[in-house]
């Protein structure tokens, strides 16, 4: 069975697939062993988007970083267990490592979640108007201003295209009310003062020791050594308003999220396989 995974893997690259798990003893340990398989799916979700969205994409489509694990027919077709087995013990000679940080019930839990975005979670049904949705999105939501869905929109948040093709209502509603948020790298805000005394507000898309990628509200992108800064004044708000339970009536909330879960038509559609140079940097 090893030997057709690793054909398998080497034929589709999927040595990408976890490319983003550089997840350390410490994060495991505060992960608690979930009750069920809707906390399970939550747990799963709390890894990814940690670990490996950055890769994958919040939705799990891909990007030019990583192969599309939610779409793909091929990877579909893997069992639980030779996931899971990809997963804690790697394959040999493809570059997919062992991953001995993450335990049983983590491991179970992002393919739980991998599973959902593949459209095979529990059925889901569409709590609203979805037409009246979109009108909150563009609108009164505001939720254009920093998100993109099918080309329209901001560009401050993630992409939400195809966000609720592959979760239930109550999970999607639940992350639009949530009170308390941690902006995940590459969302987390923050104003620089360069020692001429020039002022960026903004989102600090990347860094390293010596340097900054930060896009301002306006777009525009700048690239600053941190030589050259006189301070940098890390902002723990996220962009994401935290009063839309209050803010939005329960109706429009239903019809929110009936036009999130409904917004990409082809989320369901198996997506073309990568080519081969799709799948390196």
Do not use: W
Not at 99 to 108: G, I, K
Request: include cysteine.
């Amino acid at each position: 069975m090893l030997s057709n995974l690793k054909a398998l893997l080497i034929a589709l690259g999927f040595c990408f697939f976890l490319c983003g798990f550089n997840i350390s003893p410490s994060f495991g340990q505060h992960i608690s062993a979930p009750a069920d398989r809707k906390d399970t799916r939550g747990t799963g979700k709390t890894t990814y988007n940690s670990a490996c969205a950055g890769c994958h994409g919040l939705d799990g489509r891909g990007s030019d970083k990583a192969i599309n694990i939610s779409e793909n027919e091929q990877i579909q077709r893997l069992s639980d267990a030779q996931l899971t087995d990809i997963i804690s013990n790697g394959v040999p000679g493809t570059g997919m490592p062992a991953f001995h940080t993450l335990n049983e019930t983590q491991t179970r839990a992002v393919v739980v979640y991998l599973r959902s975005l593949q459209g095979k979670g529990d059925a889901r049904s569409v709590p609203g108007n979805a037409s009246h949705g979109k009108e909150i999105f563009f609108g009164n939501g505001e939720c254009s201003s920093c998100h993109t869905i099918s080309g329209a929109g901001g560009f401050l948040g993630p992409d939400l295209s195809a966000f609720g093709a592959g979760a239930p209502s109550k999970e999607i509603r639940d992350e639009i009310v949530k009170a308390q948020r941690v902006p995940p790298q590459g969302y987390r805000q923050a104003l620089l003062v360069t020692n001429a005394g020039e002022r960026f507000e903004g989102i600090i898309r990347n860094e390293d020791n010596f340097s900054i990628q930060f896009q301002t509200k306006d777009g525009a992108f700048h690239f600053l050594q941190k030589s050259d800064l006189h301070s940098i004044d890390r902002l723990d708000a996220s962009l994401m308003p935290t009063n839309y339970g209050g803010r939005l009536s329960a109706a429009e909330l239903d019809d929110l999220v009936s036009y999130l879960m409904t917004a990409n038509p082809n989320a369901s559609k198996p997506a073309k396989p990568h080519k081969e140079e799709d799948d390196t940097e």
